[in-house]
């Protein structure tokens, strides 16, 4: 079967003045129709470089250094522009990081969500697409009077939902979801994840999940891909992560630095150190300047990925290298 997204050894860089910010590097993945793979890391890790190199809006300073990026089998780079303007929203969209603040604010709700249909489709009546906006407030569940509302007479959690209806306004296969509830208090952030679940459930859309709440991302997706660095240390199915014992140094530490509500003392655990410096990476695994287990090889040899239990992982401590499944 075709997968919706498949990332092959991809890579991106930023010029910056203090040299090339390496914010990508080689990573690949699958991901297959009517799947929420969460991808976590911490602050800088380079979820929203990726996420914006898979929609080809990367910022001018940044380059796709290596690696092929594909949707529905498409090569996303080697797209003619017109093409590319075609197939972003209607087969690939996004909600980006902190968007519900990046709306329109002096178009309305309506005015928006029919800016997508009606220039995407150039056939489509004013009146159709009025009708589909009216579909997409019921999916989301905004009250249809709020198509009049402009942006600043919404709530927080709604904003959200209207950036969530924009991109699913065309049925796109592949959805990106950068941090969609970060900003929101955990009520409405949870009455959002409800309504992304029952979406996805629906629509039986690929999604993309991007998160730094390992909980969160747990619960949502089936696989989770792990990044540190710019790479995936780790990609693991969701349910394996309730052994945190077999997984990689890195994983193991953001498991620990979830707060447990049910144990009766909690002892919440940061990962000590600070994130690597992506302009000079450290040698060997760049997780070694923080990782408890590492030892000599750590620093002067980079883990090659292995394939154990059917979980990715670059770690030396896992040196059983099989097949790929
Ligand atoms: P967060 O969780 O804070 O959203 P992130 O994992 O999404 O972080 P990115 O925004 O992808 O991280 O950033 C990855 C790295 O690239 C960071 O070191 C960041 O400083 C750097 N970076 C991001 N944008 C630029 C830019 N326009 N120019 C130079 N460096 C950048
Ligand atoms: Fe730690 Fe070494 Fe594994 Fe890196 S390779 S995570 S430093 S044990
Ligand atoms: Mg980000």
């Known amino acids: 079967k075709q997968p919706v997204l498949e990332l092959q050894n991809v890579s991106v860089s930023y010029d910056s003045p203090a040299g090339m910010v390496h914010a990508v590097n080689d990573v690949s993945l699958k991901i297959y129709e009517n799947t929420i793979v969460g991808l976590i890391g911490e ?23 290596s690696g092929t990026i594909k949707v529905m089998g498409k090569d996303v780079y080697s797209m003619h522009k017109n093409d590319l303007r075609k197939f972003r929203w209607s087969q690939m969209s996004m909600v980006f990081q902190s968007a519900m603040n990046a709306l ?92 992304i679940k029952e979406i996805q459930r629906v629509k039986k859309y690929a999604i993309l999940f991007i998160s730094h709440d390992f909980s969160l991302v747990s619960e949502l997706s089936s696989k989770v891909a792990i990044m540190y660095a710019g790479r995936f240390i780790e990609v693991t199915d969701s349910k394996s992560l309730e052994q945190p014992e077999r997984h990689h140094p890195y994983t193991q ?23 690597p410096n992506l302009v000079d990476l450290p ?15 750590c620093k002067k040899v980079r883990p090659e990925i292995r394939y154990v239990d059917g979980r990715a992982i670059e770690c030396h401590l896992y040196d059983t290298v099989q097949s790929e499944v």
Not at 43 to 65: E, H, W
Not at 253 to 275: H, R, S
Not at 283 to 297: E, M, N, V
């Open 43 to 65: 602050s800088g890790s380079g979820k929203s470089t990726l996420g914006n190199a898979i929609m080809r809006l990367l910022k001018n300073n940044a380059v796709l250094t």
């Open 104 to 195: 329109n604010p002096v178009l309305t709700v309506e005015e928006q969500i029919l800016d997508v249909f009606l220039s995407h489709d150039k056939s489509m009546s004013k009146m159709e697409a009025k009708k589909r906006a009216l579909e997409l407030m019921d999916i989301v569940s905004i009250d249809p009077k709020h198509l009049k509302s402009y942006p600043h007479e919404l709530s927080g959690g709604m904003r959200q939902r209207v950036v969530i209806a924009i991109a699913i306004a065309l049925d796109p296969k592949l959805v990106i979801m950068d941090e969609p509830t970060t900003a929101l208090d955990v009520v409405v952030q949870r009455s959002i994840l409800d309504k």
């Open 253 to 275: 530490g953001l498991l620990k630095a979830i707060p447990q509500l049910t144990a009766e003392d909690v002892t919440i655990e940061g990962i000590a150190g600070n994130p």
């Open 283 to 297: 040698s060997g695994c760049a997780y070694h300047p923080r990782c408890p287990a590492a030892y000599d090889l």
